[in-house]
């Protein structure tokens, strides 16, 4: 199956700094989403980003889907941006969402 | 719109007691996913729904787990008997499968099973 790879595994920054985080997947997709996981445990839709660039306030991202990878930007960072960062892809005639690791990030006051 | 419902929100059970959980999708939305998340880990998915048929349920351990969306729309998951090893979140997510195939995330049922 798909594999997905995110970097860095664990980010630690001060309030206001900007951070990126990368997703890479082994092959086509036809779809690719990124999710904040919040200390509750809820997955919050960021992006539903399967190709090109998308921008919601402090957040962006955008997909390559020639080169297979994904970049999600925070700017000005908040200390309630912490939680965990999934990228999740599904490739064609796949039934559902693969998920990477994640990204850990803590942002401190 | 109201999101994806998921309960019990937490539930503490002995091994070997059954356990069930309940979804209900975001209003419309025909495919319905269960998914497990072991802690540290992303989640993997369990089973698929289109309507009340599931289109996939190979990673479903059929031993003791079992998965039932009698009308096409809310659904059940069930284990029995429940392990110590079982104890996870476990998600239930809903897409729209004549939209643009984003999956919307419930906020989960935290499993412990002592």
């Known amino acids: 199956g798909i594999q997905v790879e995110q970097s860095p595994p664990d980010l630690i920054l001060q309030e206001g700094a900007n951070s990126t985080l990368r997703c890479n997947f082994s092959d086509s997709v036809n779809n690719l989403q990124w999710f904040h996981q919040n200390p509750w445990g809820q997955l919050i839709n960021l992006f539903y980003?399967?190709?090109g660039t998308k921008q919601n306030g402090r957040l962006s991202a955008t997909t390559v889907a020639t080169e297979r990878y994904s970049l999600l930007y925070i700017s000005s960072s908040q200390t309630t941006d912490s939680g965990v960062y999934f990228c999740?892809?599904?490739?064609?005639?796949?039934?559902?969402?693969?998920f990477g690791k994640g990204t850990h990030l803590i942002i401190q006051p | 719109e109201a999101g994806v419902v998921q309960s019990p929100r937490y539930k503490i059970i002995e091994k070997k007691q059954p356990v069930a959980f309940w979804c209900n999708p975001i209003?419309?939305?025909?495919?319905l996913y269960w998914y497990l998340q072991n802690l540290g880990q992303g989640p993997e998915l369990l089973i698929r729904y289109e309507n009340e048929e599931a289109v996939d349920d190979s990673q479903l351990p059929k031993d003791r787990f079992s998965a039932e969306r009698l009308k096409g729309v809310d659904s059940t998951l069930k284990i029995q008997p429940a392990e110590l090893g079982d104890s996870a979140v476990y998600l239930c997510?809903?897409?729209?499968?004549?939209?643009?195939?984003?999956?919307?995330f419930g906020p989960g049922t935290r499993l412990t099973v002592l």
């Open positions: 999740a892809v599904r490739e064609g005639g796949a039934d559902g969402l693969t």
């Open positions: 980003i399967p190709s």
């Open positions: 997510a809903s897409s729209d499968p004549q939209g643009p195939n984003e999956q919307f």
């Open positions: 209003s419309g939305h025909n495919t």
